[in-house]
């Protein structure tokens, strides 16, 4: 069976070109990069040079990069690392209802520890008002936190316009930019933040590897102690292998970025042009121009989510489903309850995130595929009668 994967929002393949890239770094090139020995100075090199390439696409200086484990790391570190570090100036946070857990819960813990969050609404489309950032500042706000773009919708948020809110407030900027980074054209300048959080697996490296970008002057307690890697940022030996292969998925990252977003921009079209045309009972979640390159997600009436990925894995299509199975209810993902997604629609929910694989023979399958499977489970389901 030929297997169609559209779940690169998930992870991505490591590319064979990353592994080569990798795989001196674990017999011959296995030094400490703390040690003084040439067998340590050897990994040194490989990790800054590493560095060098990832500080450079961001236009950030080498000493503003910290590698992490991934972006659930990345998250935890800037904000309790900026919560802490702030607590006697202040003891608010701003953040977004659409947020990928790793900072929800995160910004969850603060408030037991005795911080304040406010969560900010969206409007329909995923998009959060830079004016209600403003809004939401006072003088006690050591922190905003808004992602790049969301996970599981695709919406592209005004992210330089909040960096710019933030800086002439003079509140420390984070931006989760997981999904973005390597995937979208930006510099941190560009997007006016002082953290930002980006991982690995998503553009093609390896996973558990991360960064954390974090603006010169911008204080920060580490979660980590024990070893003054990093800076004293990120303490534990450096993951050589892991920021190797990242470096080398960013430099073929910036390569093809502008020509992969365009082709990925005009099959995603496509996707939903053939889906509305073909099925009855859809709607399109997110914003229909500011979104990834790569996201599609529908809904669809009449239908469960879990129902539709089993049928579909079984003919070879892995996408994902934004409801999630609480006990015995079906319930939208926080995501899609921020979108105020209508109940009709609340528990039929498709994610399909293309990839540098992706082919246009891959979205005719899946546009020929799909109407079939609906039609099938809208045929069995009690939803439908
Ligand atoms: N933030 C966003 C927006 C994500 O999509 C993800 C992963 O799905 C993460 C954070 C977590 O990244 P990691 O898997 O590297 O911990």
Known sequence: MNQIYMDSAATTPTDHRVVEAMLPCFGEVYG???????????????????????????????????FTSGGTESDNLAIKGVAYANRKKGDHIITSAIEHHAVLE????????????????????????????????????????????????????FIAEIGAIAKKRRVCFHTDAVQTFGHLPFTVDELNCDLL?????????????????????????????GGEQENGRRSSTLNVPGIVGFGKAVELAEVSLAEEAARLTAMRDRFIRGAFDRLDGIRLNGHPTRRLPNNINISLTSVEGEGLILSLDMLGIA??????????????????TAIGLPK????????????RHTRESDI??????????????????????
Do not use: W
């Open 32 to 66: 400490n990069p703390s040690s003084l020995h040439a067998f340590g100075q050897e990994a040194q090199a490989a990790v800054e040079g590493a560095r060098k390439r990832i500080a450079s696409f961001l236009g950030a200086e080498t000493a503003e990069i910290v």
């Open 106 to 157: 995160t910004c969850r813990f603060l408030e037991q520890e005795g911080f304040r969050v406010t969560t900010l609404p969206v409007d329909g489309d995923g998009l959060i008002d830079p004016a209600a950032v403003a809004g939401a500042i006072t003088d006690k706000t050591i922190l905003i936190s808004v992602m790049h773009a969301n996970n599981e919708i695709g919406t592209i948020q």
């Open 197 to 225: 959080s980006a991982s690995g697996h998503k553009l093609y490296g390896p996973k558990g590897i991360g960064l954390l970008y974090i603006r010169k002057g911008t204080r920060l307690v580490p979660s980590m102690h």
């Open 319 to 336: 996408a994902s489903t934004g409801s999630a199975c609480s006990s015995s209810s079906m319930e939208a993902s926080h995501v899609l």
């Open 344 to 355: 009709a629609f609340a528990h039929g929910s498709l994610r399909f995130s293309l990839g």
């Open 364 to 385: 005719d399958t899946v546009l020929e595929t799909l109407p079939q499977v609906v039609g099938r489970l809208r045929s069995l389901s009690p939803r439908s009668l």
